[in-house]
Each structure stands twice: as C-alpha cells, then as structure tokens.
C-alpha cells in the first residue's frame, strides 16, 4: 500500500544549473528589473516635468479686465497689475466695456473658457467711495466689497486655481487699495470728515473685492477629478478585458462560435461593462460632493461620457492585446494611465510646450468636457472635444474588428494543431502498445524474496526437458507424479508465435494469459493467475506440491511457493483461475 510522503521524506534530486544557464538566469533578472525601473522613472518624470516650475508661468493664465468704474478705483486696479506684473503673475487683458457691456458677459466668458478669471471696477464705485469720505449715510453704507469683483471657476483644475488664481486676486486686491492711497490719498485726506467713524473706516479701507465663483467646490475629493479618477478607467478595462480572455478561452469561444458572432458576443459585453463601469464612477463621485450643487442633468450627462471614455479606453486596451505580446502589456497600460492622467494632472497652459500634444489625448478632451458639464455649458471648445473623442472610438472600434478577426484565426489554427498533435499520439501508442495492457495488468509477486514484474510472452520451453513441449492438454497426469491434471487446466492458451529460447539454466512456464513465471532463474511468478501452471521452487516431491493451501473449491492456491526448498520444479500446479 502506497504512504504519502511525509515533510521528513528526503526530497528527490533536482537537476542542477548549469553555470551557463545561471548566468543566462542572471542577465534575464537585471533586464527585467531594469526594464521595470525605466518605466516607470520615465513615466515618473514625464509627470513631475509637466509641474516643473510652475509657479514661474502663471503668466501664461489669462484674466479678462475690464474697468465700469472710469474714475479713480478703475484707474487704482490697472495701476496695480503694472506693480505686479511678473512672469509668476497671470496676465490681465484689458477689454472696453463696448466689448463686454454687462457683467454677466464677463462670467459667460469665464464659463465658456475664454479666460481663465476675470476682473471688473464696480459701476460707480469711485463715486460711492467718495461720498462716503463725507460722512453722512453714504459713509454708513458703504461696502468696500463693492468696488472690486473677480470671476472664477474652481472646478477646472481645482488645485490650480486654488493656488494661483485666487491668491493672484487677493495680492492684486491689496496693491489697488496701495495704488489708491498713492493717486488720490491727499485729496482723499481733504475732503474726510474725521469725526464720522462710519467716514474714517471707508478712508482706511476703500477697496477690496467680492468673489463670483461659478462652480465652487470645496470637498476635499476635488483633487481626485483630474488626477488618479482618469486615470482609474484605464486600469478597469484593463483587468476586465483580462477576465473575458481567459472566459472565452475556457468557454472556447472563438473555436465554437464564427468570428462575426463572438465578436458581437464580446462587443455586447464591453457594452454592458463600460455601461455599469460608468455608472459606478459617476456614482461615487456623487457619494462624495458634499455641498456640490450638482442637479440630476449633469449626473445623466457625465454617465454618458464617462461610458463613452471607458468603451475607447476598451477597444483601445482590446485591440493593443491582440497584436502585442502579453509580457508588453503591463509596460503600454503604466505608460497610457500615465499619458492621460499628466493632460489632465495641470493646465497646458502652465506646462512645457510639448506637453500640448496631449490635446490629442481621450483623457484630456473628456475632462474639458466634464468641466464644461459640471459649469453647466457654456465651452466653446466643443468642436474640438467630441470629434477627437469619436474619432478615438471609430478607430479603435476598426482595430478591434481587425484584431478579434486575427485572434479568431489563431485560436482556430492552434485547436486544429493541438488535435492533430493528439492523434499522432493516439497512433504512436496504438502501433508501439501492443502488450502494454497485460504488462498493467500482472502485478508484483514474490519471488524468492524478490518482487519482480511478470513479461508477457507466447510460449516457453523447459531446460531440462531439452526440445520437449511444456504444454499439457486438460485432463492428462502430471508426469512425475502421476495425479491427473485439473480439468479445463492448460500450460498454455491456444497457439502464439514462437519466441526464443530461454537462457540455459532457466525454468519457465507459459500461462494460459501468455506469462512466463520462472524460478529462482530472475524470472517471476504470476501469483493467483487464472488457469496457469505455476513453475514451483522445490524439490518436486509429490508431498512438497500436495503441500500447496487449497482453495474453497479444493484447487491448489500459488500461496507459498517462496517457501519450497530449492530442487526441480513442480510444474502443473493446480491453481485457482
């Protein structure tokens, strides 16, 4: 009875390496792991580069300006972008008020992108500030907050504007009211009237600014809209694309159904993934607004395209697989989640000039879009945005169908391979395989304290009987002893090809199965096989055979021929069947 091994059992000897093969081992590991850090040190600093000394470039942020003052508050803020103007300020671009006559033009403008912020002089503003330094009501009344107003929209690019858009407007607040103090401070001191409090604190604080912030967002998951959330469909198609491949190779796809149709079977199902995927984005980023003021319009509308993003992302992952090589994948996802998450990561604008390529990006056309549905309309950039999106997924709907065609025929020609493989087996272990299932079918037996395995073979001569026959026919007598055989018993079973003699000073008998069984001569016996005559160890004594258990039925059993002391053999033994 076989034993399991044990965790004692010594373990069994491995083929060593070679010193050429470890060396290959070696050299295989390095590249490997130096192909691994070369990409992602280059999608690393392709990244940080798009950042890189980004605070020296808000010049290249435009802010719309325009002045509905015309007097002394008008003339203070333009004065104060001239102190300030430096490569690290943004750029104010002064427009008339013929070209923006009211100021929900201006925030139409900052909603549609045309600017990045912008800011206007109050109407009337220098004239309230100086009835206020007269006291009276006016002094009472008066807002400094009203003199100045900037227009912005945090939710594009959150982190940007934060840091320098908003900031650049509070400085730029501060250095008006200095520039005030500077123009018309003196004349400002002659026509105050200090015993009116209300008076004194407008002098002191004539000018700040109150803020029109189109789409605030002020959760703390804003930092992820433009970052690791564009980023996160890539990878999602990437593992769902995985899954279907090793379903369709477990379900054999593409050899059970025609290309056409389990092509529309695994179109359907990017469908329906892409459907859902987009679903639960957008679902989590809702989980998580806070105090976003978002309808149920805009939840419909980014669903839709993120589904659009995620089914480009798909066929796009979809195709590149069936045309690269799997150890190649890993390196084209890291590097496409890194492509689309640095055109999204900072505004162009800020960035170095070749960045601008990413234009061409889904990624960063479907953000432009997001911003644009999340601010409620009003881009002027949609021509460009939805045609870059649908030619992405034209084209990659092409390469798809190309692609799965080319698939469907690899997996057809590797079926028929395999089967061709499997029945030229078939048929080498048909022609070579003619005895091996009595091989399998004689066990161990003991031999003299030896386990051996019975060979099969047609027919044996006894040595010591010279040329004779050993076969005997049912009913005849043992002749040495003279007892009549068992009947129906047979040395041999029908005819069979002769085979050669056995090596002198060899016992052997041919079984009715076509086995020989041999003395102590190396050969083996069949124990318990049916109908045979076993070739006995012993002296040959009629007592020493008589000596043999019986059976149930009263046939000699093969049971302790290893104990019989050597001498001729006993041969037509009767055993059981």
């Given at each position: 009875?076989?034993?399991?091994?044990?965790?004692?059992?010594?373990?069994?000897?491995?083929?060593?390496?070679?010193?050429?093969?470890?060396?290959?081992?070696?050299?295989?590991?390095?590249?490997?792991?130096?192909?691994?850090?070369?990409?992602?040190?280059?999608?690393?600093?392709?990244?940080?580069?798009?950042?890189?000394?980004?605070?020296?470039?808000?010049?290249?942020?435009?802010?719309?300006?325009?002045?509905?003052?015309?007097?002394?508050?008008?003339?203070?803020?333009?004065?104060?972008?001239?102190?300030?103007?430096?490569?690290?300020?943004?750029?104010?671009?002064?427009?008339?008020?013929?070209?923006?006559?009211?100021?929900?033009?201006?925030?139409?403008?900052?909603?549609?992108?045309?600017?990045?912020?912008?800011?206007?002089?109050?109407?009337?503003?220098?004239?309230?500030?100086?009835?206020?330094?007269?006291?009276?009501?006016?002094?009472?009344?008066?807002?400094?907050?009203?003199?100045?107003?900037?227009?912005?929209?945090?939710?594009?690019?959150?982190?940007?504007?934060?840091?320098?858009?908003?900031?650049?407007?509070?400085?730029?607040?501060?250095?008006?009211?200095?520039?005030?103090?500077?123009?018309?401070?003196?004349?400002?001191?002659?026509?105050?009237?200090?015993?009116?409090?209300?008076?004194?604190?407008?002098?002191?604080?004539?000018?700040?600014?109150?803020?029109?912030?189109?789409?605030p967002v002020s959760q703390g998951s804003k930092v992820f809209y433009n970052t690791i959330s564009m980023g996160m469909?890539?990878?999602?198609?990437?593992?769902?694309?995985?899954?279907?491949?090793?379903?369709?190779?477990?379900?054999?796809?593409?050899?059970?159904?025609?290309?056409?149709?389990?092509?529309?079977?695994?179109?359907?199902?990017?469908?329906?993934?892409?459907?859902?995927?987009?679903?639960?984005?957008?679902?989590?980023?809702?989980?998580?607004?806070?105090?976003?003021?978002?309808?149920?319009?805009?939840?419909?509308?980014?669903?839709?395209?993120?589904?659009?993003?995620?089914?480009?992302?798909?066929?796009?992952?979809?195709?590149?697989?069936?045309?690269?090589?799997?150890?190649?994948?890993?390196?084209?996802?890291?590097?496409?989640?890194?492509?689309?998450?640095?055109?999204?990561?900072?505004?162009?604008?800020?960035?170095?000039?070749?960045?601008?390529?990413?234009?061409?990006?889904?990624?960063?056309?479907?953000?432009?879009?997001?911003?644009?549905?999340?601010?409620?309309?009003?881009?002027?950039?949609?021509?460009?945005?939805?045609?870059?999106?649908?030619?992405?997924?034209?084209?990659?709907?092409?390469?798809?169908?190309?692609?799965?065609?080319?698939?469907?025929?690899?997996?057809?020609?590797?079926?028929?391979?395999?089967?061709?493989?499997?029945?030229?087996?078939?048929?080498?272990?048909?022609?070579?395989?003619?005895?091996?299932?009595?091989?399998?079918?004689?066990?161990?037996?003991?031999?003299?304290?030896?386990?051996?395995?019975?060979?099969?073979?047609?027919?044996?001569?006894?040595?010591?009987?010279?040329?004779?026959?050993?076969?005997?026919?049912?009913?005849?007598?043992?002749?040495?002893?003279?007892?009549?055989?068992?009947?129906?018993?047979?040395?041999?079973?029908?005819?069979?090809?002769?085979?050669?003699?056995?090596?002198?000073?060899?016992?052997?008998?041919?079984?009715?199965?076509?086995?020989?069984?041999?003395?102590?001569?190396?050969?083996?016996?069949?124990?318990?096989?049916?109908?045979?005559?076993?070739?006995?160890?012993?002296?040959?004594?009629?007592?020493?055979?008589?000596?043999?258990?019986?059976?149930a039925d009263g046939v000699r059993s093969g049971a302790g021929l290893d104990s019989l002391p050597d001498g001729d053999?006993?041969?037509?033994?009767?055993?059981?069947?």
């Amino acid at each position: 009875m076989s034993q399991s091994p044990s965790l004692t059992d010594r373990a069994p000897r491995r083929e060593r390496f070679s010193t050429v093969e470890r060396r290959k081992f070696v050299i295989t590991i390095v590249v490997a792991g130096i192909a691994v850090l070369c990409l992602f040190m280059g999608n690393l600093l392709y990244l940080y580069g798009s950042v890189y000394q980004q605070a020296s470039k808000s010049n290249a942020l435009h802010i719309l300006m325009v002045d509905y003052d015309g007097g002394i508050i008008g003339k203070s803020m333009a004065a104060a972008y001239q102190q300030l103007k430096s490569p690290s300020f943004p750029t104010l671009f002064t427009r008339s008020v013929s070209d923006y006559p009211s100021p929900d033009d201006i925030i139409q403008a900052v909603r549609g992108q045309q600017y990045w912020a912008a800011i206007y002089s109050m109407p009337g503003a220098s004239d309230r500030l100086g009835s206020a330094l007269l006291g009276g009501k006016a002094a009472t009344t008066y807002n400094s907050s009203d003199a100045l107003t900037y227009v912005w929209n945090e939710v594009r690019y959150p982190a940007t504007s934060d840091a320098m858009l908003e900031s650049s407007f509070l400085e730029l607040v501060i250095a008006a009211r200095l520039a005030y103090n500077h123009i018309n401070g003196t004349g400002a001191v002659r026509s105050l009237v200090q015993d009116d409090e209300s008076a004194v604190q407008a002098f002191l604080d004539p000018i700040t600014a109150s803020s029109i912030n189109i789409e605030p967002v002020s959760q703390g998951s804003k930092v992820f809209y433009n970052t690791i959330s564009m980023g996160m469909p890539i990878i999602q198609q990437f593992f769902f694309i995985l899954a279907l491949n090793a379903i369709s190779l477990r379900f054999k796809l593409y050899s059970r159904l025609s290309p056409k149709v389990s092509g529309l079977v695994r179109f359907a199902a990017s469908l329906f993934y892409t459907f859902f995927g987009a679903l639960a984005m957008t679902g989590y980023i809702w989980a998580f607004r806070e105090t976003w003021s978002v309808n149920g319009g805009q939840f419909a509308r980014t669903w839709m395209l993120l589904w659009l993003l995620m089914h480009i992302y798909f066929c796009i992952i979809e195709s590149a697989t069936t045309v690269l090589p799997q150890p190649a994948m890993p390196f084209i996802i890291v590097t496409w989640v890194f492509l689309n998450i640095t055109s999204t990561n900072s505004p162009f604008d800020t960035s170095p000039g070749f960045y601008r390529w990413g234009y061409a990006l889904p990624g960063y056309e479907a953000y432009q879009i997001l911003i644009d549905i999340w601010s409620d309309g009003g881009s002027h950039h949609l021509y460009r945005e939805l045609p870059i999106l649908f030619s992405w997924w034209i084209v990659a709907l092409v390469l798809v169908s190309v692609g799965h065609r080319r698939r469907c025929h690899q997996r057809v020609n590797m079926a028929a391979m395999s089967t061709r493989g499997n029945a030229f087996d078939d048929e080498e272990r048909t022609a070579s395989g003619a005895g091996d299932d009595l091989k399998d079918q004689a066990g161990p037996i003991l031999n003299g304290g030896r386990t051996a395995e019975a060979e099969p073979v047609v027919e044996a001569k006894d040595s010591r009987m010279g040329q004779g026959s050993a076969n005997a026919t049912a009913g005849g007598t043992n002749e040495k002893t003279g007892s009549p055989r068992n009947e129906g018993s047979s040395a041999t079973a029908g005819p069979a090809p002769a085979t050669d003699d056995p090596p002198s000073g060899e016992d052997s008998t041919t079984m009715t199965n076509g086995n020989t069984a041999i003395g102590e001569d190396k050969l083996p016996f069949q124990e318990g096989s049916a109908g045979a005559a076993q070739h006995v160890v012993g002296s040959g004594r009629p007592d020493e055979v008589e000596a043999l258990p019986k059976t149930a039925d009263g046939v000699r059993s093969g049971a302790g021929l290893d104990s019989l002391p050597d001498g001729d053999p006993a041969r037509n033994a009767g055993l059981p069947e």
